[in-house]
Nanobody, 119 residues
Framework: QVQLVESGGGLVQPGGSLKLSCAAS????????MGWYRQAAGKQRELVAY???????NLAPAVQGRFTISGDNAKNTVYLQMNSLKSEDTAVYYC?????????????WGQGTQVTVSS
């Protein structure tokens, strides 16, 4: 059992920045990948970015050039640096972590943190 603890959401003006953090509650768990999804009001959940345990990253086209994902394997923590925020980025952001295949590839989800971009 593990919990993903998210922080960093809030209200920001267009063009501003926020940094989200997600930390797994257990240090003895290893993950194949951690990342972020988001869900805007009335929209389906979509992948924002993820990072693998060996440092490979992937970002959705809508956030490329503006967002950066990074991680700390030792701390089981993933970060999402969000710059040049737009109103379209307003959504609930959910942390996701996937265990390696040796642990059945089980996925865990955070509770979500609200990001609102508005003037």
């Amino acid at each position: 059992q593990v919990q993903l603890v998210e922080s960093g959401g809030g209200l920001v003006q267009p063009g501003g920045s926020l940094k989200l953090s997600c930390a797994a509650s257990r240090s003895d768990f290893s993950f194949a990948a951690m990342g972020w999804y988001r869900q805007a009001a009335g929209k389906q959940r979509e992948l924002v970015a993820y990072i693998t345990s060996d440092g490979r990253t992937n970002l959705a086209p809508a956030v490329q050039g503006r967002f950066t994902i990074s991680g700390d394997n030792a701390k089981n923590t993933v970060y999402l640096q969000m710059n040049s925020l737009k109103s379209e980025d307003t959504a609930v952001y959910y942390c996701n972590a996937k265990r390696p295949a040796a642990w059945a590839g089980r996925e865990y989800w955070g509770q979500g943190t609200q990001v609102t971009v508005s003037s």
